[in-house]
């Protein structure tokens, strides 16, 4: 699973994205009791990370996943993608397994979750995606250095097969794919005629992103921008 | 395999706009394009208005396609859930990537065009030929003979390399090591291969920290062609134990 590593976009809409993840690898009996039961230790991780604005947050709970999402509310829902509130995630006391995500717009939160992690050396393996010198600024205010990276060297082979950039901004902030293009144009569509705003079509995108890594602050933005030059191209054209 | 109950069906569509492969096509009811059809179960999520989809128990090898393309889906072989291995999330603990080599993903079909298993076929057999280290407990490793890239029937599913070339999935992630002097090399044979796919790949390379960077980067900067993006993902070196 490489599923935040290559989101696409311009540097300055990159920098106010940024993945925080928690995980074990599931083979060491050593990380899995570190410093105590592994289930407290990434409800801490969640506390933490829930205290820091994030724009999602995730728990893995009672055979099913719990999900914040800026701007989601329970009206929302949809099928088997149910809305959580931050205290519902965080105040969850059912914790499975050693994976949990947050998603941040602000360096200055990532450092803060950071160095509180720091501190604290819950023994889970941190994974932080977003723009590198970004990441490295937050990893030095915090004490740390990164020791493993994966870079993205981008998207290889029939390139006529991807759609316009901005479609490809927002589906790729779902790594597995879960978002068609189809909706994405069609969410655009539906803002650009006052149907919608660009915060709810972003919440109906983010929905199908079932890892809940969607960054709905983002998207809302690339909408905005994406809506304004279309409208901007139609006037030149008329 | 999903399929639309036409008699209840209403083509209303929404199905066909959730679909990511753009395999469902709505005239006086919603048909489900087999071949493209990825059994991602994005489209049941999406909940039909009308409960029109329906998609039974799958056995392999079609269930295969639902294994690399559901994200809600395990593989049992793994217990990953997704579509491969942890990657370098661990690595702070496992060490799989070590310094002075390169650890590579290379996710065929993404981001969201999907792909045919005959083009996966054709990027591990060129890999093969470099001398990769298919990584274990990743599920195109598990359908690989890992000397010649070539699909075998010794699979954990027992189906053959006819059925599996007759795959198609959302993604199919390639994991492999190198030693770093090879990256070079490895690129090249990648730049190659990808003119001969109908798809596309995103390729993501690992590398440990090193003197304040990460330590390949120094051997890919200046290679023609190739672009580094701008972000990526760090492991933090907090899992602690083995570290």
Redesign the interface.
């Given at each position: 699973m490489t599923h935040t590593n290559h989101r696409r976009g311009s540097r300055e809409s990159l920098t106010k994205d940024f993945v925080i993840l928690s995980m074990i690898e599931p083979t060491s009996e050593a990380q899995r009791t570190y410093r105590g039961p592994l289930e407290g230790r990434v409800k801490r991780f969640l506390e933490i990370c829930g205290g820091h604005g994030p724009v999602a947050i995730t728990a893995r709970a009672g055979g099913r996943r719990l999900r914040y999402l800026k701007g989601w509310t329970r009206e929302m829902d949809s099928g088997i993608h149910q809305a959580s509130t931050l205290e519902e995630v965080i105040g969850c006391e059912e914790i499975e397994g050693g994976v949990g995500h947050a998603v941040y717009t602000d360096r200055e939160a990532v450092v803060e979750v950071l160095r509180k992690l720091r501190e604290e050396d819950l023994g889970l393996s941190i994974v932080v995606s977003g723009v590198f010198e970004e990441v490295f600024e937050a990893c030095r205010r915090a004490g740390l250095k990164p020791h493993t990276v994966n870079m993205s060297l981008g998207t290889w082979g029939r390139m006529e097969l991807l759609p316009d950039e901005p479609i490809l901004e927002l589906c790729t902030m779902c790594g597995h794919a879960m978002i068609s293009r189809r909706l994405a144009e069609k969410m655009i569509e539906r803002v650009g005629s006052g149907a919608l705003t660009p915060e709810a079509a972003a919440v109906e995108l983010g929905k199908q992103c079932t890892c809940n890594i969607f960054n709905t602050v983002r998207a809302a933005e690339i909408i905005k921008r994406t809506v304004a030059e279309r409208k901007r191209l139609k006037m030149i054209n008329t | 395999m999903v399929y639309v109950v036409r008699e209840l069906c209403v083509a209303c569509g929404k199905c066909?706009?959730?679909?990511?492969?753009?395999a469902i096509t709505v005239g006086e009811y919603a048909f489900v394009d087999q071949e493209r059809c990825v059994e991602?179960g994005?489209c049941?999520?999406?909940?039909c208005p009308v409960d029109a989809l329906r998609q039974p128990d799958l056995k392999p090898p079609r269930l295969l396609r639902k294994l690399f393309s559901d994200?809600?889906a395990t593989f049992r072989e793994t217990?990953?859930p997704?579509?491969?291995?942890?990657?370098?999330?661990?690595?702070?603990?496992?060490n799989n990537?070590k310094v002075g080599e390169a650890?590579w993903?290379v996710?065929m079909g993404?981001?969201?065009?999907s792909t045919k298993f005959t083009d996966v076929e054709k990027v591990t057999m060129a890999l093969a030929r470099q001398g990769v280290e298919f990584l274990d407990l990743n599920p195109v490793t598990m359908l690989i003979d890992k000397k010649t890239g070539m699909f075998t029937e010794k699979n954990p599913w027992g189906i053959s390399p006819g059925e599996i070339r007759a795959l198609r999935s959302?993604?199919a992630?390639i994991e492999f090591k190198t030693p770093k002097e090879k990256v070079p090399e490895i690129?090249k044979t990648?730049?190659e291969v990808?003119k001969e796919?109908?798809?596309?790949?995103?390729?993501?390379?690992?590398?440990?920290?090193k003197d304040g960077e990460?330590e390949?980067?120094p051997l890919?900067r200046g290679i023609p062609g190739?672009?580094?993006?701008?972000?990526?993902?760090?492991?933090?070196?907090?899992?602690?134990?083995?570290?």
């Open positions: - | 066909a706009l959730y679909c990511p492969v753009e991602c994005t049941i999520r999406a909940e994200p809600l217990e990953v997704g579509r491969g291995t942890e990657e370098m999330k661990t690595n702070d603990v496992t990537v650890g993903g996710e993404r981001p969201g065009v959302l993604s992630i690129i990648l730049m990808s796919v109908e798809t596309v790949f995103s390729v993501g390379l690992i590398s440990r920290w990460p390949l980067l890919v190739i672009r580094v993006y701008p972000n990526g993902k760090h492991n933090m070196g907090l899992g602690r134990p083995g570290s």
